[in-house]
């Protein structure tokens, strides 16, 4: 077992940083325990390894424990997973400077969520392969498919993780999953070939650069604009790519903004004055911000195990 003891130079709310990196409640690379410990598995570029972090807040102190081949790699990179090089001051000079030009709930929410930051882990193919699964299907259902490819194909957390956790397979693991696991994962033909495809270039995604990421990602067959984003603000940490495209969030900002639902274009209309920040401006909006009341027919669930 390693640790490192780190102090952040300002305000950083640990939970809601590592939270878009969970994929759901029994995601097997991602626990957050009793004690408010947060867990995670990474196949670093050392070999597998468990981080476990949690929060001194008297002495404002990010304490991390890490095991298995890839730990001292883990610790090394823990300031970049919680956001230490995320610009968020130019943020809070672009909210100040547009004053009444911008939107009071953006700027109540800045004040509210100062350390709010986005963090970047570095681990391009790991990023990818959730936000495929879960391209056109509800939540649950991608979360299903991660929770059994990873029980299946992922190897045990090093060290004393909590039961289950599994750490991310290789690409060569991806690349020789059978058909039938895919079907019994319930993640249809497309979505397989895109993974598979993907995991024979994880190597030169991982070398590429956050400038260069947009243009490879989308250069794979059945990687578009929605998932190149998820998977940039994950990997990349990029505090301005949006998912458009997505199912909720034109409604989220729209309602938040203007208090009227909204369409892609209407989105990023409304995000424009904060460019640079438009990832940011959601991840508030979705901490704070207001949604229209539910009516009408939901995005169905579609079991492909049935099919």
Same mark, same amino acid.
């Given at each position: 077992m390693?640790?490192?003891?780190?102090?952040p130079?300002?305000?950083?709310d640990?939970?809601?940083?590592?939270a878009p990196?969970?994929r759901?409640?029994?995601?097997?690379?991602?626990?957050?325990t009793?004690?408010?410990a947060?867990?995670?598995?990474?196949r670093?570029p050392?070999?597998?390894g468990?981080?476990?972090?949690?929060?001194?807040?008297r002495?404002?102190?990010?304490v991390?424990q890490?095991w298995?081949?890839?730990?001292?790699?883990?610790?090394?990179?823990?300031?970049?997973?919680?956001?230490?090089?995320?610009?968020?001051g130019?943020f809070r000079?672009?909210?100040?400077g547009?004053?009444?030009?911008?939107h009071?709930?953006v700027?109540?929410?800045?004040?509210?969520?100062?350390?709010?930051?986005?963090g970047?882990?570095?681990r391009?193919?790991?990023?990818?392969?959730?936000?495929? %699964?879960?391209?056109?299907v509800?939540?649950?259902?991608?979360?299903r498919?991660?929770?059994w490819? %990873?029980?299946?194909?992922g190897e045990?957390a090093p060290?004393?993780?909590?039961?289950?956790?599994?750490?991310?397979?290789?690409p060569?693991v991806?690349?020789?999953?059978?058909?039938?696991?895919?079907?019994r994962?319930g993640a249809?033909?497309?979505?397989?070939r895109?993974?598979?495809?993907?995991a024979l270039?994880?190597?030169?995604?991982e070398?590429?650069?956050?400038?260069?990421?947009?243009r490879l990602?989308?250069? %794979?067959p059945?990687?578009g604009v929605?998932?190149?984003a998820?998977i940039?603000?994950?990997?990349?940490?990029?505090?301005?790519a949006?998912?458009?495209?997505d199912?909720?969030?034109?409604s989220?900002?729209?309602?938040?903004?203007t208090?009227?639902?909204?369409?892609?274009?209407g989105?990023l209309?409304?995000?424009?004055?904060y460019?640079g920040?438009?990832?940011?401006?959601?991840r508030?909006l979705?901490?704070g911000?207001?949604?229209?009341p539910?009516?009408?027919?939901?995005?169905?669930?579609?079991?492909y195990?049935?099919?």
């Amino acid at each position: 077992m390693r640790e490192r003891r780190w102090r952040p130079d300002g305000p950083l709310d640990v939970e809601p940083i590592l939270a878009p990196h969970r994929r759901g409640s029994g995601d097997p690379a991602w626990q957050l325990t009793a004690d408010r410990a947060i867990w995670r598995t990474s196949r670093t570029p050392e070999g597998p390894g468990t981080l476990r972090v949690t929060v001194e807040p008297r002495e404002a102190l990010v304490v991390a424990q890490a095991w298995g081949p890839g730990a001292a790699w883990m610790l090394e990179t823990l300031p970049q997973l919680l956001g230490a090089h995320d610009g968020v001051g130019d943020f809070r000079r672009l909210v100040e400077g547009l004053g009444y030009a911008g939107h009071e709930l953006v700027r109540e929410l800045a004040s509210r969520h100062q350390g709010l930051r986005v963090g970047r882990t570095l681990r391009v193919f790991e990023a990818l392969v959730p936000a495929v %699964l879960e391209q056109k299907v509800v939540g649950r259902e991608a979360w299903r498919a991660w929770r059994w490819l %990873l029980s299946r194909y992922g190897e045990p957390a090093p060290g004393p993780a909590p039961a289950m956790m599994r750490v991310f397979p290789g690409p060569e693991v991806w690349r020789k999953i059978p058909s039938w696991d895919w079907h019994r994962a319930g993640a249809e033909a497309v979505r397989a070939r895109t993974i598979v495809n993907a995991a024979l270039h994880a190597e030169k995604l991982e070398a590429a650069g956050a400038a260069e990421a947009d243009r490879l990602l989308r250069a %794979l067959p059945g990687v578009g604009v929605w998932t190149s984003a998820e998977i940039r603000q994950r990997a990349h940490g990029d505090p301005d790519a949006v998912s458009v495209g997505d199912y909720h969030l034109p409604s989220l900002v729209g309602w938040s903004l203007t208090g009227r639902r909204t369409d892609d274009a209407g989105m990023l209309e409304l995000l424009a004055p904060y460019r640079g920040h438009r990832h940011r401006i959601i991840r508030l909006l979705e901490l704070g911000g207001r949604r229209p009341p539910a009516r009408g027919p939901r995005m169905p669930a579609r079991d492909y195990r049935s099919f």
